[in-house]
């Protein structure tokens, strides 16, 4: 079965746009063309277009992606180049959920903070006696998140309805 562009770009979630742009750079030299110049999709060219996505998504440039296309078209003799690229990359990508991980513990830590002294009616809660946050405040957080069951109680803050009125 043969798609066009439009399809494609309905069945992927993604702009025709994108995928004229993809051709443009050179990621989709697998696709066919009919007499007319347009663009014929076929079934297999839908994983092509998951990798391409998921590659881009994973903040990899135009030219990374290609070459790595340019390695599928060439074959079996590409195997192992390709698995290391993506051996490559998915540490790469470990590395960025990893940071991203750690700004997401201490955006949390902090709405704990807010939310705290929130209900406390003040940041004071969270100080020692020369005015300076007390150096035990993350660890007081780090003992409720060790026995919390959910961490949305334990960081969300919800106004009461005395607050509210």
Same mark, same amino acid.
């Given at each position: 079965? !043969? ?8 069945? @992927?979630?993604?702009?025709? &746009? ?31 277009? %998951?990798?391409?996505?998921?590659? $881009? +998504? &994973? ?10 296309v340019e390695m =599928?078209?060439?074959?079996? @003799? ?15 990508? @470990?590395? *960025?959920?990893?940071?991203? %991980? ?7 830590? *902090? $709405?704990?903070?807010? +939310? !705290? &002294? ?5 940041? %004071?809660?969270?100080?020692? %006696? ?6 035990? !405040?993350?660890?007081?957080?780090e003992r409720e998140?060790? &026995? =919390? ?9 919800? $106004? !009461?309805? +005395?607050?509210?009125?």
């Amino acid at each position: 079965m !043969t798609y066009a562009i439009g399809d494609v770009a309905e069945i @992927m979630g993604i702009a025709p &746009s994108t995928i004229r742009y993809y051709d443009k750079r050179g990621l989709l030299p697998f696709v066919d063309r009919d007499s007319a110049g347009r663009r014929q999709f076929k079934d297999n060219d839908f994983n092509f277009l %998951q990798v391409i996505e998921c590659m $881009k +998504k &994973s903040g990899l440039k135009i030219d990374e992606i290609r070459d790595f296309v340019e390695m =599928c078209m060439q074959g079996d @003799m590409t195997l192992e180049d390709r698995y290391n690229f993506l051996d490559r990359e998915e540490r790469v990508l @470990m590395e *960025k959920i990893e940071t991203l %991980q750690q700004q997401l513990d201490f955006l949390r830590y *902090k $709405k704990w903070y807010y +939310k !705290t &002294s929130l209900e406390a009616g003040t940041e %004071q809660v969270h100080f020692d %006696q020369a005015g300076n946050v007390d150096a035990n !405040t993350r660890e007081i957080y780090e003992r409720e998140l060790a &026995s =919390c069951g959910d961490i949305r109680q334990l960081i969300d803050y919800h $106004k !009461t309805t +005395k607050e509210t009125e």
